[in-house]
């Protein structure tokens, strides 16, 4: 069965007050979508030391395959210092230099690459010129299909860097801020919709998914809007929420089978859920999240 879901990216510690999360937002999504019986593979690079061990442990356990998962000699294998703040909202300290600062894109990546539907990849991997050369090689195939997840961590927040991934990508998504940042400064307080299409226009990618938070999420699907309103929950932390809601979208959208207002919805339900829950991948029913 040919690879459907390369995951390019960072695999980190997350590190809360509750204690440690294996994470980073392309392992995330590879996760979830195992967990939602897609097939998915990571390319990531862990460390050669005890964490790198255990977060390889980590995505076995989860079914994911680990031979596009290289080991770095020389760097340990990254983590994050999370703050939450009394909404659970996260700040972030991102140590460096780490091992997935260097993920190889080889022969073997570009094989599995090539038979893959979609490829997913974001733009803390490539806060380094290593990670941008290499990413390269995947955007520049022809049949996956290019998700872009643009998910910005500050200081590694180059808007000339989104710029250039976006216009590899079939898919963009991202939050209600970061499209704003990524407006003209005349056009920063035009509505909604308009600022998407505007977007739009501005990249030449004909589809841009915005997650609104507790105010749901909208999108832009080939000149065609749709809105999903949000729902109050009981917010945990929201590490891993928006990567929650990208897998679920992916698992639903992709091969066109399901009407986009229904897929919308889903992921909008999915992200409420990871908000209420400890860590970014809990354990949860697949079937409760797959459309019929």
Not at 50 to 68: K, Q, T, V
Not at 132 to 139: M, N, T, V
Not at 178 to 192: G, N
Not at 245 to 250: H, I, K, R, T
Request: glycine share 8%; with cysteine.
């Amino acid at each position: 069965m040919p690879d459907s879901i390369i995951c390019y990216g960072e695999a980190l510690w997350d590190c809360l007050p509750e204690g440690l999360f294996f994470g980073g937002a392309p392992v995330n999504v590879a996760r979830h979508l195992a967990q939602l019986a897609k097939n998915a593979v990571p390319v990531t690079c862990v460390g050669n030391d005890f964490l790198g061990e255990e977060a390889r442990e980590r995505m076995e356990r989860s079914g994911l395959p680990l031979d596009l998962v290289h080991e770095h000699d020389s760097l340990r294998t990254g983590a994050v210092k999370v703050k939450l703040d009394s909404r659970g909202n996260a700040d972030y300290e991102i140590l460096e230099p780490v091992a997935w600062d260097r993920i190889p894109v080889d022969e073997r990546v570009t094989a599995r690459a090539e038979t893959a539907d979609a490829v997913v990849y974001g733009t803390l991997a490539q806060r380094g010129d290593f990670n941008r050369g290499q990413i390269r090689a995947l955007l520049a195939l022809e049949r996956p299909f290019k998700v872009y997840d643009v998910n910005l961590r500050p200081p590694y927040d180059d808007l000339e860097l989104v710029a250039e991934l976006a216009r590899s990508a079939d898919l963009l998504k991202l939050n209600e801020e970061e499209l704003y940042r990524l407006l003209p400064r005349d056009r920063q307080s035009t509505p909604l919709e308009p600022a998407t299409r505007r977007l739009s226009d501005t990249t030449g990618v004909p589809r841009i998914c915005v997650t609104r938070a507790e105010k749901g999420a909208v999108y832009l699907a080939e000149g065609e809007w749709f809105a999903a309103e949000g729902r109050q929950v009981g917010v945990r932390d929201t590490v891993g929420a928006g990567d929650g809601f990208l897998a679920v979208f992916l698992a639903n959208s992709l091969g066109g089978s399901h009407p986009p207002q229904r897929v919308l919805e889903n992921a909008c339900r999915f992200g409420e859920f990871i908000a209420t829950r400890d860590g970014a991948v809990p354990a949860y029913d697949p079937d409760e999240w797959l459309l019929a």
